[in-house]
């Protein structure tokens, strides 16, 4: 069986960070697209960062300089690096993966469950 499991979420304080992770089994992560996204109650889903099979990265101008995507192959495992975080950013973060993708936009068709991130005072 395919599945993705994001863990890392939390509650933190406006400037603190978290990492979240994303860990694949059934299937060999290198060969896949990773995407991060996130979804707050009432907005629609976006795209925050995205790394592709060959280590070219994408970021959300919402995030760029404060969140870091990367990938462990050997662990079979992906992460994001999250700091300076905002109220803004709280939402249910999910990570997702594909063969042929729109970075950070259509092709990813196999999701993980979430986790959720809160950042609040």
């Known amino acids: 069986q395919v599945q993705l499991v994001e863990s890392g979420g939390g509650l933190v304080q406006p400037g603190g960070s978290l990492r979240l992770s994303c860990a694949a089994s059934?299937?060999?992560?290198?060969?896949?697209?990773i995407g991060w996204f996130r979804q707050a109650p009432g907005k629609e889903r976006e795209g925050v960062s995205c790394?592709?099979?060959?280590?070219?990265?994408y970021y959300a101008d919402s995030v760029k300089g404060r969140f870091t995507v990367s990938r462990d192959n050997a662990k079979n495992t992906a992460y994001l690096q999250m700091n300076s975080l905002k109220p803004e950013d709280t939402a249910i973060y999910y990570c997702a993966t594909g063969s042929i993708v729109v970075t950070c936009q259509g092709g990813y068709d196999d999701w993980g469950q979430g986790t959720q991130v809160t950042v609040s005072s």
């Open positions: 059934g299937f060999t992560l290198a060969y896949y697209n």
């Open positions: 790394i592709s099979s060959d280590g070219s990265t």
